[in-house]
């Protein structure tokens, strides 16, 4: 469902320290799921994604961990830099006919030099 | 290189003047997707277009109307917009309905005086 609040979580790193960014979906049918980094005033990037059949992925620096029997997605960041400073946000791919994606609500990160 | 692009990438219009903001996508995409997203918060998804094929959200206000005359191009019309329309409007882009990523485009930022 769409988010609400004014208020983003928010984690604050140090640069150089691993970050891990936590989600809890809503759709035990989901299939498809995706981690999107949006910087103040762009649009959503695709970061990364992960299919229901698998439980890890890795990227580069980035890897999306799926624990489908809590409904929870964590994506870690290694060696979190300034750059990483964004707004980011899980998706799911809910399946309504056309598989409408879903956002969460999204965590602010916050990485002093 | 391919990408999703809006136009204009800020927008000012007066309360009940009507609006059109762009976005066209050099990806060769079926599907293109206006997203509305207010301040802190996720976003949150207006329609769709399945090739020609029109998708409404159910909670989208009559207000909002889009059209694509081809594959390149989508449009979204703001008939008479409202103080509470003020905010930003992503164009996405995806290959094929199904399970597939959507490609976000930077946004245009709308304020409505």
């Known amino acids: 469902g769409e988010s609400v609040g004014l208020h983003l979580p928010t984690l604050s790193v140090q640069e150089g320290d691993n970050s891990i960014i936590n989600c809890a979906y809503s759709n035990s049918a989901s299939d498809y799921f995706i981690w999107y980094k949006q910087e103040s005033g762009k649009g959503p990037q695709f970061i990364i994604d992960?299919?229901?059949?698998?439980d890890k992925r890795q990227g580069q620096r980035v890897t999306v961990l799926l624990n489908k029997t809590v409904k929870h997605l964590s994506l870690q960041i290694a060696a979190t830099q300034p750059g990483d400073s964004a707004v980011y946000f899980c998706?799911?791919?809910?399946?309504?006919?056309?598989?409408?994606?879903?956002f969460g609500t999204g965590t602010r990160l916050l990485v002093s030099p | 290189d391919a990408m999703v692009i809006q136009n204009p990438r800020y927008q000012v219009t007066q309360f009940g003047k009507p609006v059109t903001l762009s976005c066209s996508q050099t990806?060769?995409?079926?599907?293109m997707y206006w997203y509305q997203q207010k301040s802190s918060q996720a976003p949150k998804l207006l329609f769709h277009?399945?090739?020609?094929?029109?998708?409404n959200e159910a909670d989208t206000p009559d207000n909002f109307q889009s059209r694509r005359p081809n594959t390149s191009f989508c449009f979204l019309d703001i008939r008479s917009p409202g103080l509470g329309d003020a905010a930003m409007y992503l164009c996405?882009?995806?290959?094929?309905?199904?399970?597939?990523?959507?490609?976000f485009g930077p946004g245009t930022r709308l304020l409505v005086l």
């Open positions: 277009y399945y090739d020609k094929d029109f998708n």
């Open positions: 992960i299919r229901s059949n698998m």
């Open positions: 996405a882009t995806s290959r094929d309905l199904g399970l597939e990523t959507q490609y």
């Open positions: 998706a799911e791919n809910e399946d309504t006919g056309f598989q409408k994606l879903v």
């Open positions: 990806l060769n995409h079926n599907v």
